[in-house]
């Protein structure tokens, strides 16, 4: 054995050649009759041989294989009583960055989330211990897989960033004895370049100075001196770090190359399919990871769009769009923080089209990393600006999340605030034209009234004065006629009118945030709707379609369920953007 690549390890790990296992090879020669050496070179090429021996001797018995792996397991793989508990809190942030709230750590969450942890940092070293002990892996030296293997497992999260000047680059971190992170992905391409570089290195080292020649740069982002640089620390973490984020696919000219094919992996499928499908690409994607894809597809359906690569093929992650139940819970890409790349956003916009709530999900989405973004400065000392006010306080409109209730985070940044004073700075308006009660709302000379107004026990408009917006919803199920009643000239949320049997003197909003219930009037006579409403529509008791004039956009459904199917079709060819129900 040439002893360049165990000097190398030697440089690298000075106590390598008094190590056990290499003093262990050492004595075995010597129970053989073997020659024993001394020098440190030779003693870490007779132990390599051992591990040549030991590790790729017994191809064709899968249970020695499966011994070595499980020696690997309890070495490498973290403990069930390390897994710390922030790995349980972040999942509760996570929830909170959605919208549902605080939800609760119970002990069944803690195992479920502990078996998942272990089942994919399991799955992700035996990926490499496979790829490294096949056939196709021949072509490295032994002393190379070892320095790649002894530097994968303490490899933690992989993760991209982009500097100053808009360069992206990407890193690992340390990975420590509670690192829940799963190993490094395999990618054979940017593991060969590795390799290939430190061989290359190696050999120009032996040669005298005056025959030397300078590495070439075969990175796509780096000038010859920055990576001369990176080749100098022989640091196989960062380089394997710098080639996975240079796939030619990933680069910019790569990106660019947005055709492709989605893919959907229904609701209770195995993972496996879309688990192997991003193998081996520098993916920030938890889905990966079997354990997480499989918790993901027992609740919705994935949805996942490849880009081709050069050959013209389909199979560059680029989008992945995770459903829950029928709903959109969050779209991912391939750029920083799983944030769209600056090409993709077509094909993005052209799919959500096809879900009932992508324009919706868009907003939640937006909404809830806005309010994210306010809880973290608050969270820092910092204070709450007109601007985060005008959008807590829903003059903007109504906040959106993922939760069945309302974002506890908007109440709990608001507390302790004086909401007549925020709400006077921000309209505009005296601190006594604001209402917060019911009975402040109805006083009259009311400019704005936050939260609902509830007014269903009224039937009719006589001695009422409502105000002149409300930032939440109106109930009026109660009114059997609108005689007498001036409605608020904006309504944040829902307006209900239930029991209105006729639109005759009806003047409504221009807009409404959420639902517009007219679920009693039997004509569209003397109708004029909102012209947005943006939540569902409820007209169920009209009997013909004449006359209608609906809105411009409807959030959620449109209701006409006393209407015959030929007069739905003709709303659906005028009106094909709405939900006809």
Not at 130 to 155: G, H, I, N
Not at 367 to 377: A, L, Q, S, W, Y
Not at 520 to 532: D, F, H, I, N, R
Not at 544 to 556: F, M, R, W
Request: with cysteine; net charge negative.
């Amino acid at each position: 054995m040439s002893l360049e690549g165990p000097q190398f390890l030697k440089q690298k790990d000075p106590k390598l050649h008094t190590s056990e296992s290499v003093e262990h090879a050492q004595e075995q020669r010597s129970q053989k009759g073997e020659e024993v050496h001394q020098k440190p070179a030779e003693k870490i090429a007779d132990w390599l041989a051992v591990l040549e021996r030991t590790h790729l001797g017994h191809r064709d018995d899968s249970r020695v294989l499966e011994r070595i792996k499980n020696s690997y397991h309890k070495q490498y793989v973290i403990k069930s009583e390390a897994i710390p508990e922030s790995a349980f809190i972040l999942e509760q942030q996570i929830a909170r960055n959605l919208g549902h709230g605080t939800v609760e750590i119970t002990e069944e969450f803690k195992e479920q989330k502990r078996e998942q942890i272990i089942n994919d940092q399991t799955h992700s070293l035996d990926l490499w211990l496979d790829y490294l002990t096949a056939p196709e892996a021949d072509a490295y030296p032994t002393w190379a897989k070892y320095w790649a293997f002894k530097s994968l497992v303490t490899m933690g999260k992989y993760e991209k960033s982009e500097q100053e000047d808009v360069k992206e680059t990407a890193r690992f971190t340390e990975r420590t004895k509670d690192t829940v992170a799963s190993f490094p992905p395999l990618n054979a391409a940017a593991f060969a370049l590795t390799v290939g570089i430190i061989e290359a290195k190696i050999k120009q080292n032996i040669l005298p100075k005056d025959q030397r020649q300078p590495a070439q740069n075969v990175s796509s982002k780096l000038s010859t001196v920055e990576f001369e640089k990176l080749i100098a620390g022989e640091n196989f973490a960062k380089l394997y770090a710098q080639f996975l984020i240079e796939q030619p696919v990933y680069s910019n000219e790569g990106l660019q190359e947005i055709r492709g094919k989605w893919k959907t992996y229904p609701q209770g499928s195995a993972p496996d399919e879309l688990v192997n499908s991003l193998e081996g690409y520098p993916l920030e994607w938890c889905i990966r990871n079997a354990g997480t894809a499989e918790n993901y597809l027992n609740g919705g359906a994935m949805h996942l769009y490849y880009s081709i690569n050069p050959d013209g093929e389909a199979v560059v992650p680029r989008l992945a769009i995770r459903m829950q139940g029928e709903e959109i819970a969050e779209i991912r890409g391939i750029a920083n923080n799983q944030n769209l790349d600056p090409y993709i956003t077509p094909v993005v916009e052209a799919k959500i089209k096809e879900f009932p709530d992508g324009e919706k999900y868009q907003k939640k989405s937006n909404d809830m990393k806005r309010v994210t973004d306010i809880e973290n400065r608050v969270s820092k000392g910092g204070e709450l600006t007109p601007t985060d006010l005008r959008f807590l306080y829903e003059i903007e409109g109504k906040i959106e999340g993922f939760g069945y209730q309302k974002d506890p985070r908007i109440e709990e940044l608001l507390i302790n605030r004086d909401i007549k004073v925020d709400l006077a700075n921000i309209l505009n308006v005296p601190k006594e034209q604001i209402s917060v009660t019911d009975d402040e709302a109805l006083k009259g000379n009311i400019k704005f009234h936050y939260g609902d107004l509830d007014l269903g026990d009224l039937t009719t408009a006589e001695g009422l004065t409502l105000p002149q917006s409300i930032g939440g919803g109106l109930n009026l199920d109660g009114f059997i006629s609108v005689e007498g009643l001036t409605l608020p000239q904006s309504i944040g949320d829902y307006l209900y009118l239930g029991d209105l049997t006729t639109a005759e003197g009806l003047i409504l909003p221009q807009s409404i945030g959420s639902n517009l219930d007219l679920h009693s009037l039997k004509t569209a006579e003397g109708l004029t709707l909102p012209q947005s409403v943006g939540g569902d529509l409820n007209l169920n008791g009209l009997i013909t379609a004449e006359g209608l004039i609906l809105p411009q956009s409807v959030g959620g459904g449109l209701y006409l369920g006393s209407l015959t199917s030929a007069e739905k079709n003709k709303l659906k060819v005028v009106f094909p953007q709405l939900n006809i129900i």
